[in-house]
């Protein structure tokens, strides 16, 4: 592995402590999940000041050279290349931001991270268990710091609620229901895409929106212990191809602790845009958590006071200076986004890499993503052979 402070080059900005080092970023793909990325890197330039390192968009890599040319100048890279590799060689580039399509993971992902470079990579980490956790112990091997991108983790709400389960205030966990619906291949005229096609994606609203919420369960509760499925797709032929992977799914689990959970994805949901919900019922109360109204929690702690006889839910508005990440923020009730939570997820790589500290527990590491990828194909064999399936992990 080189030296990490070869990419760290004092810049001129002027913060509160003084000389801020930039770090270089080069970037797989461009267009929805690297757009959010982008916004997020220029963002934190403002938002965290002083921010732990200076992101410096050094270079941006794709298929299509005047598609991705473009892209290097509408959102201010110094260069692109239509070969990722080049990002590799480049001793300016520090984080190695993998934004690319699922199949597209695996060897750019531990390329990078044998060439020294600290690494984001959007989930779902490998199209399956086997790539995923390929990934994990080949990056794992070379020291660099390393997040797999589960950006919910990142949503105020959820950090308070997570602390709500540190502290006390939420007992054991008895029941975690989660969905994450949307609606955008209803029509079945949509046109097929990469993400419809398995050899690319690996699978459908499983991997796409279920791995979110699979994750969530794991951050939220524990680890899963047992699954059984249902998996299907209702549209098999689109404009463009065939599609072999899942528009919906479900599943019942078991957890270590004895808890009990539901999941369910799907993409054909009507009037469904982008409808990410999950309930947690604890030995002391149930918090609720939707991420179109993702500054709110919905809180009922039984035998609350006072007002004993009025026991119920509350709204819970996440935007006060106390709340996570708000110092970084405007004042209470002025809120915040869904591309926020990005500015949270490579502001705390930043804030890894700075600092030399773990990514985890708040940050989703390779392993966490290597995790999810298994209860995904556990869900795929529960649903396959009609069984309940054990979800066993592998370790290094």
Known sequence: MSDSTSFFNQ???KGAAGSIPEIGIGMLGYAFMGRAHINALKKIAYTYWPPPLMPRLVAVAGRSESAVSEAAHRYGFERSTTDWRDLLEDPSIGIFDNTGPNNQH?????????AGKHLICEKPLGRTADEAYEVWSEVEKTGVKAMTAFNYRFFPAVRLIKTLFEDGTLGEVRHFRARYH????????????????????GSGALGDLGSHIIDLARYLVGEPQTVSANMHTFTKERPGGHVDVDDAFDAMLTFENGALGVLE???VAPGRKNHMR????????TVIFDQERMNEIELHLA???????????R?????????????????HGH???WEDSFVHELGHLLESIATDSPVGPHGATMEDGYRVAEIVDAIVRASETGTRQDILFRSL
């Open 315 to 331: 709204t819970v508005l996440v935007s006060e200076a106390y709340h996570p990440y708000w110092e970084h923020w405007w004042p």
């Open 335 to 337: 809120m915040i986004g």
């Open 106 to 114: 695996l060897e750019p992902t531990i390329a990078a991270a044998r």
């Open 182 to 201: 949307q609606e955008w291949l209803v029509d079945p005229e949509s046109p097929t895409s990469w993400r419809l096609d398995k050899s690319i994606a």
């Open 278 to 285: 999950f309930e947690i019922s604890t030995t002391t109360g």
């Open 265 to 267: 994805a799907t993409r």
């Open 11 to 13: 810049g001129n900005a």
């Open 303 to 313: 035998g609350s006071e006072p007002a004993a006889n009025a026991q119920g839910f």
